[in-house]
C-alpha cells in the first residue's frame, strides 16, 4: 500500500491568529479580481483590504458571514461584525455570502460532472460493444472507449473539463452540518473512495471531533485529562454526529465528568477499511506516544473494524499507543462480515458472463471499498483475521430484529448475531483479557448507535472493568423496553 493513497490525518486543529480590525481594512476598492481562477479557491483566505466598509446596514450581517469572514483561521464573532459592518455598504457583504455559497456548489459540480463522465464512458463502451457484435458468450472481450462513436468521447471530454474546472471553486476545507453533513456522509460510504480518487473536497479526512462536530486537535484531547481517553468511531455512511443522541450523549457526559476526555472520529469510510485503520493508527501513535493513560474505545458497526485495523498497524510498525488500549466496545460490528454485501457482489459478478452485460458491472462497482470490505469483515490488506491486544477488555454486542432470527443469516438486518460476536462454527475467534458477549432482541442495525438498551449494556460493562458509577439511571430501564439482553461472559485465555 503506498503512502500516497492513504487517506490524510488532522491531528491539529488550524492555529488560530488574531482578527483583523476595522482600521486594518482599505476604503480602496479592488483593482485586481479577488482570486486567480488558474488556482484553487480558499475562500476563507481571501484578502479583504479590497472591500469598502462604509455605508452598511448592520442587518446584512447575520452570525454564518460573522464565521466566514475570519482571516488566516481567526473567527469574528457575530457581534463584533456587526459592530464592525455599522458603517459598511451591503453589497460587499450580499457579494461574499454567494462566494460562501459558491464553494460547496463548486464541490457538488465537480463530483457530478466526474461521476457523469464515468457513466457517459459506460454508456459508450455498451454501445461499442453492441456495434462490434461479440460472441455473447466471450467473457474475455474488453469494451473499449476507443469503438463507441466520437459524440462519447466529446460528451466525456466536456464533463472532465467541467469537473477540473469546478474543483477550483471547492476549497479543500468544505465543512458541512446538519443535513448537508448527513448527505455528505452518505456519499463518503458510497462512493467516498472515488471522491479521495478525484481530490474531491467532498470527501472527508480522518479528523478528530468535539462533541458539536467542530475539529478537535490531537494535543488538545490527549491535554485534556490525565485520567484516561475515549474516543468514539462510526459506522458505515456515518459521521460523528450519529453519536449525537440522548442515550450516547448521556453515557459521554458521565464520562467526561468522571474524568475522562473524549472525541469522536470523522473518517471516509468508503475508503477501504485497512486504509482508514492505518490513517487511525498514525493519529493515535502521534497523540499517545510515550504517554500512560489507558484508551478506550467505542466503534459502531464498521467502527470496530477499524479500531482492530489500527491494532494490526500499530503491531506492524511497532507503536505503543495499542499497549494502553484498556477496552473496546463493538456495536453491531460484522467481524465476520455482511451478507447482503456478498450476494451484491454475486449478483454483480453474474453480469460478468456475456459482453453485453459487463459495462454494466461498472455500476456495481460504484460501491466504494469500503463497502466491499464488509463482504468479509475484511481489515489488513491481505485479508487476516486480527485480534485484539491481550490487555484489552472486548464488550461485542449484537442484535436481532426479533427471536426468531437470532440464530440465522438476518440477525439484525444487515449482520448476523454470530458475525457480530466473531463466532465461527460456534467457536470465537476474538480473544482478550475477558470478552463479554450481549445480545439484544427487537432491535435492528441502524438503531443501534442510539438505542438505551445498547448504552446500558456498556454501561454495566463498564461499572464492572473501569468502576464507572451509574450513569443511565434517569433514562428507562431495560426490563421497560421491548426486548431483552442476554448475557454471554467468557474468559478468553
Partial sequence: MSQSSLPKVDVDANPSSEPRCADDLSVEQPSEPLFDT???????????????????????????????????????????????????????????????????????????????????????????????????????????LAHAPFPYRIVAGVFDQ??????????????????????????????????????SSLAFELSLRDADGQRLAGREWVNASDHGHVLLIHGLCGSDQDWNNPAARQLTEQLQTAGDAVAWLRYNTGQSIAENGRALDTLLQQCFAGRQPPLRVLGYSMGGLLIRSACYWAEQHGHDWVKHLSHVACLGTPHLGAPAERLGNMANGLLGFTPYTKP????????????????HGWVTPDHLFVTLPAQTQVLLIAA????????????????????????????PLLTGKMVQRRLISNLAHIPIVSDVRVFQAVQEWLQQTHGLPNVLSGIQPVDEVAGSVQVFDGVDS
Fill in 162 to 199: 467541467i469537473g477540473q474546472k469546478a474543483r477550483y471553486l471547492s476549497p479543500q476545507d468544505n465543512e458541512a452540518d446538519g443535513i448537508a453533513l448527513q448527505a455528505q456522509a452518505v456519499l463518503n460510504g458510497v462512493s467516498g473512495d472515488k471522491l479521495a480518487d478525484w481530490s
Fill in 38 to 144: 488558474a488556482q484553487p479557491v480558499d475562500l476563507a483566505a481571501i484578502d479583504l483590504q479590497g472591500i469598502d466598509l462604509a455605508d452598511a446596514d448592520p442587518a446584512d450581517v447575520d452570525a454564518q458571514d460573522a464565521e466566514f469572514l475570519g482571516v488566516d483561521g481567526a473567527v469574528i464573532a457575530a457581534d463584533q461584525a456587526i459592530a464592525l459592518t455599522a458603517t459598511a455598504k451591503a453589497s460587499p457583504w450580499r457579494h461574499l455570502r454567494h462566494l460562501r455559497h459558491l464553494r460547496h456548489t463548486g464541490a457538488v459540480l465537480h463530483a457530478a460532472s466526474l461521476g457523469a463522465r464515468e457513466l457517459t464512458h459506460l454508456v459508450a463502451e455498451m454501445h461499442g460493444t453492441i456495434t462490434r457484435l461479440p460472441s455473447p458468450i466471450n467473457r474475455n472481450y474488453q469494451a473499449e
Fill in 360 to 375: 454494466l458491472a461498472r455500476l456495481g462497482n460504484i460501491r466504494s471499498r469500503g463497502i466491499k470490505d464488509l463482504s
Fill in 400 to 427: 436481532a430484529i426479533s427471536a426468531r432470527h437470532e440464530g440465522n443469516l438476518v440477525g439484525d438486518g444487515l449482520v448476523p448475531v454470530r458475525s457480530a460476536f466473531a463466532e465461527y462454527h460456534g467457536q
